[in-house]
Nanobody
């Protein structure tokens, strides 16, 4: 059974840091692209950061550039999102996701991601 399980969310003050983790299990293939997305009530899910697994190329939303870093462990089973200088507008439910086997691209677009975790809540207070 394919699973993505996020952890590491919590409540922090503005300027603080968090590290989100996403553990992948049950996959019969190595995903070519994984990413982090976030959503607040009443808003569409937005891309935060994606990483091309083979080449290591990363793409970030403009709103998080210079503050967030996406990375993976050497076994490619855990995806991380290091979040620094957090702002109240970063508050959201954060989800990790992966594309299907063989997908050739790694866009910051939720529509191409087919497996999703259950999410972890991040709350940043001012």
């Amino acid at each position: 059974q394919v699973q993505l399980v996020e952890s590491g969310g919590g409540s922090v003050q503005a300027g603080g840091s968090l590290r989100l983790s996403c553990v992948a299990s049950g996959f019969t293939y190595s995903s070519p692209c994984m990413g982090w997305f976030r959503q607040t009530p009443g808003k569409e899910r937005e891309g935060v950061a994606v990483i091309d697994i083979a080449g290591g190329r990363t793409t970030y939303a403009d709103s998080v550039k210079g503050r967030f870093t996406i990375s993976q462990d050497n076994a490619n089973t855990t995806l991380y999102l290091h979040m620094n200088s957090l702002k109240p507008e970063d508050s959201a439910m954060y989800y990790c996701a992966t594309v299907r086997r063989g997908y050739s691209f790694c866009p910051l677009f939720s529509g191409v991601f087919i497996y999703w975790g259950q999410g972890t809540q991040v709350t940043v207070s001012s």
